[in-house]
C-alpha cells in the first residue's frame, strides 16, 4: 500500500526556515513523481513544487521561487523540501503526494497525483 507521511511542519517567525520531510513506504519513492502541496486557511490547494522521477527535473511555484528547494534521497526513499526566507503568506497546511511515473515532467496539478498524506502545519508569524 502507497503510503506517504509529512513531518518537519512548526511554528516559525518571518525569515525562518524550515525543513519538511515526505517519507514513502510501500513504494520506491525514486519511481515516482513527488508533489509538494499547501493550503493555506480558507484558500484552495495549490501546487508548490514537485521532482519528477529519477531526479530528472524539478519545478516551483513562482511564490517560492529563489525560496525553497526540493530534493530527494532515494536511499532513505524521502524527499524534502527546505523553505528559507519565511513569509507570513507561506503559512498553511503543508501535503505530499505521490504519483507513479515512468518517463515525463512532474506537475503540480494536484489531479494528477492518487497518493496523499495528512498534512503537516506550517504557521509563519512573529
Known amino acids: 500500500q502507497v503510503q506517504v507521511v509529512e513531518s518537519g511542519g512548526s511554528l516559525v517567525s518571518p525569515g525562518g526556515s524550515l525543513r519538511l520531510s515526505c517519507s514513502g513506504s510501500?513504494?520506491?519513492?525514486?519511481?515516482?513523481?513527488i508533489g509538494w502541496f499547501r493550503q493555506a486557511p480558507g484558500k484552495a490547494r495549490e501546487g508548490v513544487s514537485c521532482?519528477?522521477?529519477?531526479?530528472?527535473?524539478?519545478y516551483y511555484t513562482d511564490s517560492v521561487q529563489g525560496r525553497f528547494v526540493i530534493s530527494r534521497d532515494d536511499a532513505k526513499n524521502a524527499v524534502y523540501l527546505q523553505m528559507r526566507s519565511l513569509k507570513v503568506e507561506d503559512t498553511g497546511v503543508y501535503y505530499c503526494?505521490?504519483?507513479?511515473?515512468?518517463?515525463?515532467?512532474?506537475?503540480?496539478?494536484?489531479?494528477?497525483?492518487?497518493?496523499w498524506g495528512q498534512g503537516t502545519q506550517v504557521t509563519v508569524s512573529s
Open positions: 510501500g513504494f520506491a519513492v525514486r519511481d515516482y513523481h
Open positions: 503526494a505521490a504519483l507513479r511515473a515512468s518517463t515525463g515532467y512532474c506537475s503540480v496539478n494536484m489531479y494528477y497525483y492518487p497518493h
Open positions: 521532482t519528477s522521477m529519477n531526479n530528472r527535473s524539478t
